[in-house]
């Protein structure tokens, strides 16, 4: 590949992953089967557009299969949204160069739910945090945090560098976590990542949960994996008879004893609820979003909104990926919503909308209520006073626009 033998787009593509290998310390690549990737305008700009196209001319073709990660514009909603169309344009021209390049554009940050599960010990490039941290603990799959680049370059190549999490001595746990708390909503779990995500920022500390009186749902550890990636920059967590690699405490410790032993109570789950500040008290945007929401999640929703509305002046948005949407369109769960008044917006996340701080500016969004500990944490650089709330508070405060 170096020499050039599979032509030039694969030659810069290895060389881009030398580059990276030897920074990380690797000492050879490892096959790869899927890479996930994030391909869109808001994040990438004119630039990553230019590079996009020179790829396409140098005959870039994905060499296993690829899917995308949730982008910036509906474009059924773009134009109410108030988003710019000229980059709405280049979002159209990106998404084709992706598909002329064999990328399957799923535009999705839940693909472990929706498209592809990876089984234990398959390694995967993965480039959206949520999607790795899931793939690490859930399937006992092996990715890192693959840049945009380096996600590309995977695709390409078919492998990548063979470091952090494709090593055993980084999927030991590091510490432990006692659940004494009932997390029975999602918004829970995503607290509960944010409690231990934010005590420990670093990509190499690996949780091991123990002790929960129940069996946690894929939504469940969904909430938790991104929450302990946004807050503490995580890359895996063990969950002690849940997780593949988690037998026992011991089998996830790998043998060593834990630098910290934690205990997580209800009254520690209710303290991060009351440390959001409810700003001007203004209740006229709730999102779900941050991640997408699973098909479950959409119907759990519509069973909550059945018979209620947005009142007029505020907006709920809801976000998922195209075939979830069009599952809960024949199931009935989607009309549910859009009577209710609930805009669904397809294979986008509401964080990285196009244009999103002159659209808070134009609606005079000060205040933004989800149930969504990630999405919280994340979207504070437009400038929105977040809260998090259980999933049946952000419906009241939906329909209400009381906020408590």
């Known amino acids: 590949m170096l ?29 790869v089967t899927n890479v996930h990737m994030m391909g869109d305008i808001e994040v990438m700009g004119d630039g990553g557009l230019e590079f996009l196209r020179e790829e396409l001319r140098l005959g870039a073709r994905c060499a296993v299969s690829t899917t995308t990660n949730a982008r910036c514009i509906d474009f059924a909603h773009c134009r109410r949204l108030g988003q710019d169309q000229t980059e709405a344009g280049k979002e159209m021209e990106l998404i084709a160069c992706l598909q002329a390049m064999d990328v399957i554009t799923t535009d999705t940050c839940i693909n472990y739910q929706t498209v592809y599960q990876p089984h234990l010990g398959e390694r995967v490039a993965w480039g959206d945090t949520g999607t790795v941290i899931y793939a690490n603990s859930v399937f006992g799959a092996r990715s890192n945090f693959e840049s945009g680049p380096a996600a590309l370059a995977a695709a390409l190549t078919g492998r990548t560098p063979e470091y952090g999490f494709h090593l055993d001595e980084h999927r030991r746990g590091g510490f432990t976590v006692r659940l004494d708390a009932a997390l029975d909503d ?45 807050y503490g920059s995580m890359g895996m967590f063990h969950f002690v008879g849940v997780t593949p690699e988690a037998a026992s405490v011991e089998v996830a410790m790998g043998g060593r004893a834990p630098m910290e032993s934690l205990v997580i109570s209800d009254s520690d789950i209710e303290s991060v609820y009351a440390a959001y500040g409810l700003g001007d008290r203004d209740a006229r945007l709730v999102v779900f979003s941050g991640p997408q929401q699973s098909l479950l999640e959409m119907k759990y929703l519509a069973e909550l909104f059945a018979g209620r509305h947005v009142p007029a002046g505020s907006s709920c948005f809801v976000t998922t990926n195209g075939g979830v949407l069009a599952q809960a369109r024949r199931l009935g769960y989607a009309r549910t919503l859009e009577e209710a008044g609930v805009t669904l917006l397809q294979g986008v996340c509401f964080y990285i909308l196009q244009n999103l701080s002159p659209i808070r500016v134009a609606n005079g969004w000060s205040n933004m209520v989800s149930n969504s500990a990630k999405i919280v944490n994340i979207i504070g650089a437009h400038r929105f006073n977040t809260i998090l709330r259980r999933t049946a508070e952000c419906v009241d405060i939906a329909c209400t626009g009381v906020l408590r």
């Open 3 to 31: 020499a050039g033998a599979r032509g030039e787009a694969v030659r810069r593509a290895i060389a881009y992953q030398i580059e990276v290998g030897d920074f990380c310390g690797a000492r050879r690549f490892v096959p």
């Open 186 to 230: 999602l918004a829970d779990w995503g607290a509960l990542g944010k409690l231990v995500g934010e005590a420990h920022q670093s990509y190499y500390a690996v949780p091991v949960f123990h002790g929960y009186r129940g069996t946690p749902t894929a939504d469940a550890l969904k909430h938790l994996g991104a929450a302990l990636a946004s």
